[in-house]
């Protein structure tokens, strides 16, 4: 696979945490969007991207899988996320417990920088991790903007 079609999966990833960090600043205006569904689902699209890079890049084989989760417990609570929940439900699966949204994010940063960090050599040295409390679906709803007027306002902006 080539670098950057690699780098898509850590950039979808690198989106969710993205959108979690906006829900969490802006969770009093979305308070009556079901946060936890939404929240979960980025979670979800978080680990199958990430476990994507290290299926694509380190691990591909389930030897290597299994081997790089014994040394590296980010790594396996990664798979074991994607395994026993995002992947498919798993009636032995626990969910971990967060206080705040901000945790969520704080360890989805941790996780994804160290997935960056241990795929450096299969990424594109250029790809950076800026992280940016945005949501591109839900900024509309904060900002009340409707389809009409996203269509005045691009019709209004110059290319």
């Known amino acids: 696979m080539k670098k950057w079609e690699l780098a898509r999966y850590l950039i979808d990833a690198k989106k969710c945490v993205d959108s979690i960090l906006y829900i969490s600043k802006h969770a009093d205006q979305l308070r009556y969007y079901d946060l936890r569904e939404l ?75 160290h997935i960056r960090e241990l795929c450096k050599d299969h990424l594109p040295k250029e790809i950076t991790l800026d992280f940016v409390p945005h949501d591109k679906a839900l900024f509309r709803a904060v900002h009340k903007l409707l389809a009409d007027d996203e269509e005045k306002i691009l019709n209004e902006t110059p290319p």
Do not use: W
Request: glycine share 2%; proline share 4%.
């Open 39 to 113: 929240i979960d689902g980025k979670r979800n699209t978080f680990y199958i991207n990430c476990c994507a890079v290290i299926d694509k890049t380190i691990a591909p084989k389930t030897s290597d899988k299994r081997s790089l989760c014994e040394k590296d417990p980010i790594v396996n609570l990664l798979y074991l996320e994607r395994d026993k929940n995002s992947a498919h439900k798993d009636d032995s699966y626990i969910p971990q417990s967060f206080d705040k949204i901000d945790a969520i994010a704080v360890q989805m940063k941790e996780q994804i920088i």
